[in-house]
């Protein structure tokens, strides 16, 4: 079944005063589906990083001028494309940051929108119906535009689709209360116009969305009446003249949505795949009045499969890029995972894990090149089996529990037979059936621990979090669980696999394992991958040289005469050079790393650092120097596929910890050594990356320099000289 997934949040928004408009433009997919563009009413275009949730550059209007429809990314030449004042054609590139001083060109129509897809060239569909290829228009910015609609008719809706090598514009227009649909396909132009069948009068459709279906066009709509409609619209149609009878649009109704008293009034319907629509703004059938639900619906069955409560006013807008869905309520822009599995009938009728059992399929019959070569000249007499058919032929003889009566069982069961049903329930199912249920097996498994001291299944939990569906959010007591229990494994692996552990869990972990002898951080098992980092590093012996912008022998050249006098002083009574001695034990090291790897946000973080104790924030540091020591060797290894901290994190929490600890250190005086050390870390970094600035601003200086082909000959002598 369709499942919707933890959201989060992309941004802020700024709602219209009379809080009817989201004050959202339009969502653009821009490199990748990890990069998304957001235009906003106020003039202003953002570029996000979706997985991050954090903006990378924005672009602004001057006071007076409008963005009139939403900003595109040529992927062909990675720009950007916007319109202001509706004839105003603006082009930047991702370093450009006054929009003011880029590219422009004004043209003799108004634009109704810009589109852009990969596979085919951007296009500009003007507001009577118009259509150009960008290059061609720019080209002659003045040229004249025809008039394709009459008077009274204007355009509600576009997109652009790129089909069989073939690039095609989708527009639908009303006119006195007549829906039309256009489809103009480019080189060769042609232009098709269909009528829509009218609904119940005064009617028109509230949304529109369109994919390609084999030599179709599927466009699907919405009434405020809560009829889902769609029309197949063949590519090879054929051309329209200009002022003939438009063809008639056959519709068949996919679904009929319940809009409980009243129309519909800001809603939107979004194709995801030939069997599913996601629909907001839309009642949900079996909740209260007065709430705002997202629903992934099956047009095969006429089944809701997935709902999600929305806070806030939804604004009938919804935008949808690789199994992710983006949709303004409220204040905020979120942006929704979902996951649409294959359409089948037992699935839309959940009575697809009862139906399918393994006892009832048929053992494969195709051995792996492993059992091939080793185990079949051993044992030849022996049938071919599969994991999963080893695992059936093992618990044939016992009943299969579902889910509900192993969560049942989790409530009263001794801890052997909590962890056989529930690795039974893992190796006998699809992985994709159980990911809406793991959040609720560990949740179930960590009340039980909490409140009972004799209860605790940590190879079950381990077990679940390997699984990948799980995060803090879904069972927020684990990890605190798991250091309760000191079971740093799990610990660990939760570490690893959760992108939203909160900064105070994080600090209550490096408390933890900062704390801990090394005689008791020796006897706990890790995962070997992170464990053969440190083994390497603390195993690496050689002579120490400049590397990453800092050499030990060579870091205090810059300093006055006063400064090298004080340190020689400093030196002979107290100080001792760095040493190359790991500070602290192999595993302890390894927990370490995990911390040093996790995200996090320093407004959050450093109060809570501010708890460690004065030892505890000295050992650290020092373990952070020798991992920076190390990595400034010139024969350093690098080590890929090996989980371990780079130097970007070493030093961010160098300077954390010397944020939240500063006082205190400098009134500690075994920590005298330890800063004078560390300020020379972080000035060498600076300097490093003062050096490579310049570098930077010398290559595009270059860059610049770059004369015409027609200037260099067969051959030639260029003597740069950099200063």
């Known amino acids: 079944m369709a499942a919707l997934y933890e959201g989060c949040t992309l941004c802020e928004l700024v709602p219209a005063q009379n809080q009817s408009n989201s004050g959202v433009k339009g969502v653009e997919e821009e490199r990748d589906s990890d990069h998304v563009i957001r235009t906003d009413s106020a003039g202003s275009v953002t570029l996000y990083k979706v997985s991050d949730q954090k903006p990378l550059s924005s672009w602004t209007v001057k006071q007076g001028q409008t963005l009139t429809c939403p900003a595109v990314y040529n992927p062909k030449t990675k720009e950007y494309i916007g ?241 992710k869905l983006f949709i303004p309520h409220g204040k905020t822009l979120s942006v929704i995972p979902y996951e649409c599995p294959k359409s089948a009938l037992a699935s839309a009728l959940g009575k697809l894990k009862q139906a399918r059992s393994e006892e009832s399929r048929a053992p494969t019959s195709v051995p792996s090149w492993n059992e091939l070569l080793h185990e079949e000249k051993a044992q030849p007499s022996r049938p071919v089996e599969t994991r999963k058919t080893r695992t059936t032929r093992r618990t044939q003889s016992t009943p299969t529990l579902t ?23 893992l190796s006998r199912s699809d992985l994709q059936e159980l990911q809406p249920s793991v959040g609720q097996l560990a949740s179930s498994l960590v009340s039980r621990s909490l409140a009972e001291t004799t209860f605790y299944t940590s190879s079950t939990l381990a077990q679940l979090v390997h699984t990948r569906s799980l995060c803090h959010s879904v069972c927020p007591d684990l990890v605190l669980l798991a250091l309760e229990k000191k079971d740093y494994f799990l610990c660990q692996l939760c570490l690893q696999f959760f992108p939203d552990i909160p900064e105070a ?91 040093l790897q996790t995200a996090y946000t320093d407004t959050f973080l450093l109060p809570h650092l501010k708890d460690l104790s004065s030892p505890d924030v000295v050992l650290f540091l020092r373990y952070l120097q020798f991992l920076y020591l190390k990595y400034s060797q010139e024969d350093f290894p690098q080590m890929h596929g090996l989980r371990s901290p780079n130097l970007s994190q070493v030093m961010d929490w160098v300077c954390l910890l010397l944020d939240a600890h500063f006082t205190v250190l400098v009134m500690t005086s075994e920590a005298k050594g330890l800063l004078m050390n560390l300020h020379r870390f972080v000035r060498s970094q600076v300097k490093l990356v003062s050096e490579l600035g310049k570098i930077e601003g010398s290559l595009q200086e270059l860059n610049k320099m770059k004369g015409k082909k027609a200037e260099i000959g067969q051959y030639s002598i260029e003597v740069i000289e950099l200063f």
């Open 83 to 323: 319109v202001t004042d509706s004839k105003v054609v603006r082009i930047w590139k991702a370093e450009d940051l006054v929009l003011d001083k880029t590219f422009k060109a004004t043209v003799s129509s108004d634009v109704w929108r810009v589109h852009s897809a990969s596979g085919g060239e951007p296009v500009v569909l003007f507001q009577k119906g118009a259509v150009r290829v960008l290059d061609s228009l720019l080209s002659a910015p003045q040229q004249p535009i025809e008039e394709i609609l009459p008077q009274e008719e204007t355009i509600r809706w576009s997109t652009y689709i790129v089909a069989e090598s073939q690039q095609f514009i989708i527009f639908t227009t009303e006119q006195k209360g007549s829906n039309f649909l256009y489809l103009q396909r480019l080189n060769p132009n042609t232009l098709q116009r269909y009528r829509f069948e009218r609904e119940e009068p005064g009617l028109s459709p509230l949304s529109f969305s369109a994919s390609q279906s084999g030599k179709h066009i599927r466009l699907v709509y919405l009434y405020p009446n809560g009829q889902v409609y769609q029309s197949m619209v063949p590519l090879r149609g054929l051309g329209a003249e200009e002022g003939s009878q438009a063809l008639p649009l056959p519709r068949n109704l996919l679904l009929t949505l319940p809009v409980g008293e009243g129309l519909l009034e800001a809603a939107s319907a979004l194709v995801l795949d030939e069997a599913h629509v996601a629909v907001v703004g839309v009642p949900h059938p079996s909740a209260g009045a007065g709430k705002d639900f997202l629903c992934i619906w099956n047009t095969n069955f006429q089944t809701l499969q997935a709902g999600k409560e929305i806070a806030g006013k939804i604004y009938g807008q919804l935008w949808s890029f690789s199994n």
């Open 403 to 425: 889910i509900d009566q192993v969560l049942e069982l989790i409530k009263t069961g001794t801890v052997e037979e909590v962890q056989k049903e529930v690795d039974g329930l």
């Open 505 to 595: 869990v994080t600090c209550a972990c490096l408390k933890a394992f900062i704390s801990m002898p090394d005689v008791d951080a020796e006897k706990v098992s890790l995962e070997p991958v992170s464990i053969s980092f440190m083994e390497t590093l603390i195993g690496q012996h050689g002579p120490t040289g400049l590397q990453n912008g800092f050499s030990p022998t060579s870091g205090d050249e810059e300093r006055t005469e006063e400064a090298v006098n004080t340190r020689d002083k400093d030196k002979k009574e107290k100080s001792t050079p760095p040493e190359e001695i790991c500070p602290v034990g192999l595993h302890k090291a390894v927990l370490l790393n995990e911390v």
